[in-house]
């Protein structure tokens, strides 16, 4: 195959892309993004502060207008994200206690239902533990509602969009760690005690290396009975080339890891400018990145 969409379905996987609403206008972007992925995630539009930006008041254009490109080019789309500590809106930062976690129900609920029946998986919570070797969960105004508010967050979505596949989704988590460890216990109280989730993402922003048990890690939380996603791909620094191929071998290797993501199209579309991260350069060409990809698949 001669894309990356279609070579990963070659291996049964797909192979998606971070998508802004904004760009779909761009003709370079959308060409590409057509041409190569075969799943999207919208960027910023599925957040909470741009989801519902006043409580109770729901704007889900720019999220639909995403959701209505992928899905009419026979795209899949992955949600991006209910329950998350960051891009809250004012007024959800404001609450706290129990009113904080009806409103978190309640957007879940809301969304998830506003979409049912169009997401692929739906990434429920976003970054829920602590970087360093504690093991512990972040801080947070969503986690001081109680340390229940996951698994009251994946059984609010599995209620409001049942055909929806449910991930659990963080970064620094590419390694065996402390954070993913506790992720990985997590995962198996939850399937000990019947609490919904399917898969587990693992956002993989890199530079320059990828930890030598990358592949064992997608592996062992892939014996536990979830699959597993590359949900946010992106590889700074000289070894892009080589990185970018080894991060695709190891999800090839792991039966269960059933597609990447790249977090954005061209250098010049990614989130922290400079870094050219990315598979395709500014002006759209393909990167040496780009082609370990493809050569990977
Ligand atoms: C980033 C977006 O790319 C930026 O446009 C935005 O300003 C901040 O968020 N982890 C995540 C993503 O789960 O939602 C973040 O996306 C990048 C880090």
New binding site residues.
Partial sequence: ATTLGAAAAEKGRYFGA?V?AGKLSDNTYVTILNREFNSVTP??EM?WDATEPSRGSFNFANADRIVNHARSRGMSVRG??LA?H??QPGWAQALSGSSLRSAMVNHITQVATHFRGQIHSW?VV??AFADGGSGARRDSNLQRTGNDWIEVAFRAARAADPGAKLCY?D?NTDGINAKSTAIYNMVVDFKNRGVPIDYVGF?S?LTNSVPADYQANLQRFANLGVDVQI??LDIAGANQAAVYGSVTRSCLAVARCTGITV??IRDTD???VGQNSLLFDGAGNKKPAYTAVLDAL
Avoid: I, L
Wanted: hydrophobic fraction near 20%; glycine fraction near 4%; proline fraction near 0%.
């Fill in positions: 971070a802004a960027e910023n957040k991006h994200t998350w960051s891009q990434d976003n970054e989704n970064y956002q922003h949900t946010e977090w954005g990614y989130w922290r």
